[in-house]
C-alpha cells in the first residue's frame, strides 16, 4: 500500500462520481439526490482524512514553507463550501447544480494540484515504508467508525500550517 496510490485511486472514484451524476435524468431527483449524498459525504472524509494523515506528513517531509498544504487546505474549504450550498437547496434545482458545479470544479482543480504537485514531491521524498505506514492510517480514517470523528470544518490554511510546521 501507498497512500499516494490510495489518493489517486480516491480521485478516480470522485471522477466516476461525478460523471455519473451527468448520466442521470435530471427529473430522477431521488436518484440524483442518492448520488449526490454518497458522494458529497466521500469528498469531505477525503478530504478531511488527507488533512489528519497526509498534509502534516507532506509538510514535514516535502513541503517546507508550506505553500502546497495552504492552497490545498484552501481548496479543501472551497469543496466544503460547495458542499454545503449544495445542500442548502433543492435537489435537481437550478441553484443545486450550480452548486454542485461549484463542488466539481474545485475539486478538479485541487486533484489536478495535488497530483501534479503535493503527490509528486511525497513520492520523491517519503520512503516507501513512511507511505505505506500512512497508507494504513488514510484507510483507517476513512472507516464508519472513524470518519464521523474527522474535523470536517472549513480551516485557516495559515493557521493549519503554522500548528503543524
Excluded: C
Excluded at 501507498?2 to 451524476?21: S, Y
Excluded at 442518492?34 to 482524512?49: C, I, K, N, P, S
Excluded at 490545498?72 to 442548502?88: F, L, S
Amino acid at each position: 500500500m501507498d497512500i499516494t496510490d490510495l489518493i489517486l485511486t480516491d480521485h478516480h472514484r470522485q471522477r466516476q462520481a461525478f460523471a455519473l451524476l451527468d448520466d442521470v435524468d435530471r427529473a430522477d431527483t431521488a436518484r440524483l439526490g442518492q448520488l449526490w449524498g454518497d458522494l458529497a459525504t466521500f469528498l469531505e472524509v477525503h478530504a478531511a482524512a488527507e488533512e489528519q494523515v497526509f498534509y502534516p506528513e507532506l509538510l514535514r517531509l516535502a513541503d517546507k514553507g508550506g505553500a502546497e498544504t495552504k492552497d490545498a487546505i484552501k481548496d479543501h474549504n472551497q469543496i466544503r463550501d460547495a458542499v454545503h450550498a449544495a445542500a442548502g437547496q433543492q435537489v435537481g434545482s437550478d441553484a443545486w447544480w450550480s452548486a454542485v458545479g461549484a463542488a466539481r470544479s474545485a475539486n478538479t482543480d485541487h486533484m489536478g494540484e495535488e497530483e501534479d504537485e503535493g503527490l509528486s514531491d511525497f513520492r520523491r521524498h517519503a520512503s516507501l515504508q513512511v507511505r505505506h505506514d500512512l497508507a494504513v492510517r488514510f484507510e483507517a480514517a476513512k472507516t464508519s467508525t472513524v470518519a464521523p470523528t474527522l474535523d470536517q470544518q472549513d480551516k485557516d490554511p495559515d493557521g493549519y500550517v503554522a500548528q503543524r510546521s
